[in-house]
C-alpha cells in the first residue's frame, strides 16, 4: 500500500512468485490511473494505465485492477523477476484539469 | 529519441546560491512539467507548462522560477537556495493532444548545504 514518510512499505518476494501492490486513490474525479516503475537512480517508467470506465487490464506479465467503489488501485505482477525489483507508485490523473497526483510509493525486493 | 534529458544529474549548492536546473525534449511535446521527490514521499508539482510562453504554478512553487521560450526546453531556477530545497529533480513531458502518460527524465539530485 501507499505511505507517506521516510520508510516506504517494502514488498519481498521469491523469484518466480507472483507479486501484488496495492495503491489507495482519493480523487473522484480522476479519468486514468497508471502505474509507474521507478529504479535506484532513474525517473519514473510507464508500466500500464487503465481508464476509469474499466475494471481490469492487462499487458505482458502485468495485470492493473481498479475498484472505484472503495477507490482502490492495485498491480499484479506474474512469475516476478529479480529486474522487476524497485519501487512502484501509482498515479490518478485528471487529463482534462492537467492534475497528476502521485502515491508514494511501495518497494519491491525479488529475492532470487 | 533522447527523451527527456536532464542536466546536471547531482549538484551541491551552499545556501543562498543559485542555480538553474537544465530539462529538454526531443518529442514535440507541448506540456512540461518540474516535480521534486522527497525521500519517501511522492513526486510534488512545482510548476508546468502548456506550452511555448505559458507557465502555472503546481503544488509546491515557493522559491522556483521557471521559463519556457521554446517548445523543447523547460528550466528551473532556484534563485536562493535554502536547506529545504534538497531533493530529487524531475522534468517531464507529454503530448498535449492524447490521454498519453508523463514521459520523465532521470532527475537531477540536489543538496543544499
Known amino acids: 500500500g501507499e505511505s507517506v514518510g521516510l520508510h516506504l512499505p517494502t514488498l519481498s518476494v521469491q523469484e518466480g512468485d507472483n507479486s501484488i501492490i496495492n495503491c489507495a486513490y482519493s480523487?473522484?474525479?480522476?479519468?486514468?490511473f497508471i502505474w509507474y516503475k521507478q529504479e535506484s537512480g532513474k525517473g519514473p517508467q510507464f508500466i500500464i494505465d487503465?481508464?476509469?470506465?474499466?475494471d481490469k487490464r492487462q499487458g505482458q506479465r502485468v495485470t492493473v485492477l481498479l475498484n472505484k467503489t472503495v477507490k482502490h488501485l492495485s498491480l499484479q505482477i506474474a512469475a516476478t523477476q529479480p529486474g522487476d525489483s524497485a519501487v512502484y507508485f501509482c498515479?490518478?490523473?485528471?487529463?482534462?484539469?492537467?492534475?497528476?497526483?502521485f502515491g508514494s510509493g511501495t518497494k519491491l525486493n525479488v529475492k532470487p | 529519441n533522447a527523451g527527456v534529458t536532464q542536466t546536471p544529474k547531482f549538484r551541491i549548492l551552499k545556501i543562498g546560491q543559485s542555480m538553474t536546473l537544465q530539462c529538454t525534449q526531443d518529442?514535440?511535446?507541448?506540456?512540461m512539467y518540474w516535480y521534486r521527490q522527497d525521500p519517501g514521499m511522492g513526486l510534488k508539482l512545482i510548476y508546468y507548462?502548456?506550452?511555448?510562453?505559458?507557465?502555472d504554478k503546481g503544488e509546491v512553487p515557493n522559491g522556483y522560477n521557471v521559463s519556457r521560450s521554446t517548445t523543447e526546453d523547460f528550466p528551473l531556477r532556484l534563485e536562493l537556495a535554502a536547506p529545504s530545497q534538497t531533493s530529487v529533480y524531475f522534468c517531464?513531458?507529454?503530448?498535449?493532444?492524447?490521454?498519453?502518460?508523463?514521459?520523465f527524465g532521470d532527475g537531477t539530485r540536489l543538496s543544499i548545504l
Open positions: 517531464a513531458s507529454r503530448d498535449r493532444d492524447s490521454n498519453q502518460p508523463q514521459h
Open positions: 480523487n473522484s474525479a480522476s479519468d486514468y
Open positions: 487503465i481508464r476509469s470506465n474499466m
Open positions: 498515479a490518478e490523473i485528471e487529463y482534462n484539469f492537467n492534475k497528476f497526483y
Open positions: 518529442m514535440n511535446h507541448n506540456y
Open positions: 507548462s502548456v506550452g511555448a510562453g505559458i507557465t
